[in-house]
Structures are given as structure tokens and as C-alpha cells.
């Protein structure tokens, strides 16, 4: 008697264990029988594997609506098919990009084609172990590419609100999120269910919800807030400005939940409309109160009113308590700031989502200005390295999505917003170059259609494509330090990595006098080194100003690192370098 084959039992017994293979698997499968093919090719495992292997979904898939519709309607295996190879397309793309510096900006534009269809992979190849030869590189430029599709997504959002669409308060708001939570939780999407959450946990707690009147809602919803930690700023004198603060994406997964009013009172506002309570914000100025609206024909107190009567309204301010803020409140607050009374009315309207982005991203420039006053220079001291390796959005990138924001979403003619034009470009040259493919979607339109031009702006669009070989640094003998080397700074204490050297400083004559180059022992003709700090900023340091260390590097450098080294090699004490088109013997 033959020994029995898979293809003998039953197809039930198939369908279980087919649920169990790997996709890979399953493809192999289909060329061994005709049966065996039929049953793979069933689409309720394919939409199992759609599901199972794919968190992250482009828009234009629809995959909510897919899910919840009838199974046969979609063609989950070829959906499943088209997912894989897209991933096949990803891997290739970071491939190239590690391997080899020049076209970089092309494969992470082809990347970026991809949106959030690329997420999976990339977040699969920045996770990626020690035991890959090149895993500092390929994990940066993994989150590197992430960054770039979430921005656009982002600059997308504001788009649509420029353009008078209806966006959620909390796209519009989490939008800044997205310039700074890379493969970490936090996007668009985990702000939306992390609000879902938070009103499924309201209710829990307050069973006899529905049976409220809109001011015991209102006043509900203030004190759930508060009692899950949401309570402002509590050192108000000290973190106020905290640029963290700006964040709604951060505040609702921060344990401590501390922000601004602005953004406090925006998720209120959120959750208070997934509850069927009109809430809204105020304009008033230097503070945002919440305004609740009572329905259509009854008061805040759920009492009919006279046709005629104006719609009832109340204020509140879960930055500061849970209790209703009286109109007088609110006028005393104005009279505290300068307004007169004839323009109360004026100063106490509701606000816009659009106007809403602008006062935050005025906000953050406030946070910026005010924390580069106050000198906050993160120092990295320790394994947990800096701030921002923790999650905490840093000055660059939160002034970065500002800039974006004041471009896209304020309605100030085009000549004006041209301004804020070499400010972006001095960001993205240095430190987002492949973000030139937001340039050409998002500004050049813009700007041709008001006939106006960029300037530099537009020649260092067109240059960036077909930036080709390096400069080949040569000259090594007076060179004692090689890229690679990770070094703690004699004067200053910061840790860094050596990425790049001069035989002598090559910067101009001003920025010599101001830095006091020529006090220095070995004065402008030492070698001088490109180096990048703990912190995410750029240095030029002498040489006698290095101190060298051979022991493990931070977290902080650690994840900086791949933008210019493959790994770290625990036997020289060094980095590998991955920029030898420029640097070829070090």
C-alpha cells in the first residue's frame, strides 16, 4: 500500500493547515497538483494573509472597506501578490542605497511612490539584527525613507485643508507628529484609535452617559481627561515652552500627557464629537478655551427652547480645571491682555482647524526660539543616550514641519510665502536632500501658479537628481584621526563620530575669528574634522580637541550612525565606514 500524501487528506484538513505556512510556502504548493492548487487559491486565506502580513496600507486600497465587505468581491490573492513584490521592489531599493552613495535621492523617491504600501518592509529592514554586516545603514536608511513618505502624508493632509476639505482636528494637528515619531507608534492612524480608545474608556467609566445633558457631558469629559492625566503643564514656569508640548501625537501616548492648551483642548474636542457633543475652539487670544454648543431647539440643560432663541453655548478649559469657565472669565482674560470690550465678540469666535494649525505652528516657533535662548543642549552621558532617541520631538525637526505648515497652510500671497523658502532649503540641503521630491510635488506647483519663482530653491531641486561622485579626499599623512572614530570632545564633553577631515580648517575668515581658531595650540593649519554629535547636530572640531574612545557607543550615536557606517566593530573600536567614495583609505 502507498504511504499517504498530503494530497489524500481531506480538504478541511488542508484549509487548517495551509493557515499555518508560510506565503512562500504556499506558492510552492500550487505546482504539485491541480486539487492543491485550487485550495490555496482560496480567497479567505489570502485576506487571512493580507491581514495577518500587512498592518500598513496605502489609501488608495480601501483595506477597511475590503475587510468588511463580502470575501469574493476582492482578489485577495492577487491584492497579497502585489504586496509581496512591492516588498521585493522596497528591498531592492534599500539594497542600492546602501551599497553604493550616488542615487540615493532617486531610490528614495521610488520608495517614497510606494506610500505607506512601503511601511511593512521598511520597518522590517530597520529592525534588522547585529548579525547583518551593514545593519546600522540599512536600519537608518530604512527609517530615513519612513520619514519621507510620512512627511509627505503629512504635507498632503495640510494640502487638503489649504484647499477647504474636511480634515480631522487631529490629522491636521497629528500632521507635526509626522515629521518626528518615524517607526515609532504615533502616526495619523494610532492618534485617531488611540482617541477611539480613550472615548470606549469614557464610557465605560460613565454608563449613565447617555442619559447627560450636554453641560453634564461637557463637564464629564473635562474631568476624565483630567483624571487620566491630562492636567496641563505642571511646572508651567520651567516647561511651558517645551517643545514636546506642541505635540497631540505625543501627549496622548506620554505617560505624563503634559502639553499646551491648544493642543489639551483640541483632544477634548475630538472626543467630545465621537460622543454626539458639539464642541469647538475659541479664538481668543494667548489661550484656547473648548466652547459646547447645545442641540438644535434645547439648552446646555436639555430644555426646549423659543424658536427664535440663539443657540446656547459654554465654555471650558481642561488646562487649567473641570469646571465650567464663565463668560466673565473669558472677558477678563481679554481685558488682562489689552482687548476693549467692543471686541470681545471678535476675539471670542470659533476657530478653524486651519486657524488652529497656525497658532501651533506659531507655537512651536515661540518652543524653538525660546529653548535655543535658554541654550538646551542635550548632552549624552549614558546608554540611554539623547532626548530625541527616546521619542521626545527635538527643535530641528518640529521647526522643520513649522516651515512646511507656514508654507502650505497660511493665506498669505505666494510673494510672501516665497520668504519662508531659503529657511527651508537651508534645512533640507544638509539634512532631508531627498526631500527634494517634496519640493517638486508640493512647492513648485505652488509657486508657478502664482508666477512666481524660487530662485535657489529651484536650481537645487534640478541639481540634487543628478548629484554624481564625490570629491576624493586625499593627503592622508597629516591626518592622525580616521572616519569612524567615535571621540568624546576635550572642552565641551559631547560624544561624537568622525565623518569626514580637513588638512587644515577650510571654513572662512569669519567663522575663524568668531570661534577663536587661532588661539587654539595648533591654530588653522591642524586638521580639522566633520563630525556628528550625540545631540543630531554637526560639528567642526580641531584636532587637538579630540579625544578618542574605543568603547561602545551610545544608543543616541548608535542610531545616527547608519547614515554614514554600515556597522560598529567591537574589535578596532571603530565604525565601518559605508562613505569610502569619498573617503577611500580610511
Wanted: charged share 25%.
Amino acid at each position: 500500500m502507498p504511504p499517504p500524501t498530503m494530497n489524500a487528506l481531506p480538504s478541511e484538513i488542508l484549509h487548517s493547515i495551509f493557515y499555518y505556512l508560510p506565503p512562500q510556502s504556499l506558492a510552492s504548493l500550487q505546482s504539485t497538483s491541480k486539487r492543491l492548487k485550487a485550495l490555496v487559491e482560496e480567497p479567505l486565506l489570502w485576506r487571512y494573509n493580507c491581514r495577518v502580513h500587512y498592518k500598513y496600507w496605502a489609501a488608495d486600497h480601501a483595506i477597511e472597506q475590503k475587510l468588511a465587505g463580502p470575501v469574493a468581491e476582492v482578489d485577495w490573492h492577487g491584492l497579497f501578490k502585489q504586496r509581496w513584490c512591492r516588498d521585493r521592489e522596497i528591498a531592492g531599493e534599500i539594497d542600492g542605497i546602501v551599497a553604493v552613495q550616488q542615487k540615493r535621492i532617486v531610490k528614495m523617491a521610488n520608495i517614497c511612490e510606494s506610500g505607506y504600501d512601503a511601511k511593512d518592509e521598511l520597518l522590517r529592514q530597520a529592525s534588522v539584527g547585529e548579525e547583518v554586516e551593514d545593519h546600522l545603514a540599512r536600519s537608518w536608511w530604512s527609517e530615513a525613507a519612513l520619514g519621507l513618505i510620512q512627511r509627505r502624508m503629512a504635507l498632503e493632509v495640510w494640502q487638503k485643508l489649504s484647499r477647504g476639505e474636511d480634515v480631522p482636528l487631529e490629522h491636521a494637528l497629528g500632521a507635526f507628529d509626522m515629521f518626528t515619531v518615524g517607526s515609532r507608534n504615533g502616526d495619523l492612524w494610532d492618534i485617531s484609535a488611540t482617541l477611539d480608545d480613550m472615548v470606549a474608556q469614557f464610557r465605560e467609566k460613565t454608563p449613565e452617559f447617555e442619559e447627560f445633558s450636554t453641560r453634564q457631558k461637557a463637564l464629564a469629559l473635562v474631568q476624565f481627561l483630567r483624571d487620566s492625566g491630562f492636567e496641563g503643564v505642571q511646572n508651567e514656569a520651567r516647561d511651558y515652552h517645551a517643545m514636546q508640548n506642541n505635540f497631540i501625537g505625543f501627549a496622548l501616548r506620554d505617560s505624563r500627557h503634559q502639553t499646551l492648551p491648544i493642543i489639551l483642548t483640541s483632544i477634548y474636542i475630538c472626543l467630545a464629537r465621537r460622543i454626539g457633543v458639539d464642541a469647538r475652539a475659541s479664538n481668543v487670544p494667548l489661550h484656547i478655551y473648548g466652547v459646547v454648543f447645545a442641540p438644535s431647539g434645547k439648552t446646555l440643560d436639555h430644555k426646549p427652547t423659543e424658536p427664535d432663541a440663539p443657540t446656547e453655548y459654554m465654555f471650558i478649559d481642561p488646562f487649567r480645571h473641570a469646571n465650567e469657565v464663565s463668560v466673565s472669565d473669558v472677558q477678563h482674560h481679554l481685558a488682562a491682555i489689552g482687548i476693549s470690550p467692543s471686541s470681545y465678540a471678535e476675539f471670542t469666535t470659533v476657530a478653524s482647524t486651519r486657524d488652529l494649525v497656525i497658532r501651533t505652528t506659531r507655537n512651536i516657533m515661540t518652543s524653538a526660539q525660546t529653548m535655543r535662548e535658554r541654550e538646551l543642549i542635550i548632552r549624552v552621558d549614558d546608554d540611554e543616550g539623547a532626548a530625541w532617541a527616546n521619542g521626545i520631538p527635538q527643535v530641528d525637526e518640529a521647526y522643520y514641519a513649522a516651515l512646511w505648515a507656514m508654507l502650505i497652510v497660511q493665506t498669505s500671497p505666494p510673494a510672501r510665502r516665497a520668504r519662508i523658502m531659503p529657511w527651508l532649503l537651508e534645512k533640507i540641503q544638509p539634512q532631508y536632500p531627498w526631500d527634494v521630491v517634496l519640493l517638486e510635488d508640493v512647492v513648485l506647483p505652488m509657486f508657478l501658479q502664482g508666477a512666481h519663482n524660487m530662485e535657489n530653491g529651484g536650481a537645487f531641486i534640478f541639481a540634487g537628481h543628478g548629484r554624481g561622485v564625490r570629491q576624493v579626499k586625499g593627503g592622508t599623512e597629516k591626518v592622525r584621526f580616521r572616519v569612524g572614530s567615535v571621540f568624546k570632545h576635550r572642552r565641551y564633553g559631547y560624544e561624537g563620530v568622525i565623518v569626514g577631515w580637513d588638512t587644515k580648517c577650510e571654513k572662512d575668515e569669519g567663522w575663524i575669528a568668531q570661534m577663536g581658531v587661532r588661539r587654539l595650540s595648533g591654530g588653522s593649519d591642524q586638521s580639522f574634522y566633520n563630525v556628528l554629535a550625540a545631540d543630531k547636530s554637526s560639528r567642526y572640531v580641531a584636532e587637538e580637541n579630540i579625544d578618542i574612545m574605543t568603547s561602545r557607543p551610545s544608543k543616541a550615536l548608535m542610531m545616527l550612525a547608519g547614515r554614514y557606517f554600515k556597522r560598529w566593530d567591537s574589535l578596532t573600536g571603530k565604525f565601518v565606514s559605508n562613505i569610502r567614495d569619498e573617503y577611500p583609505d580610511d
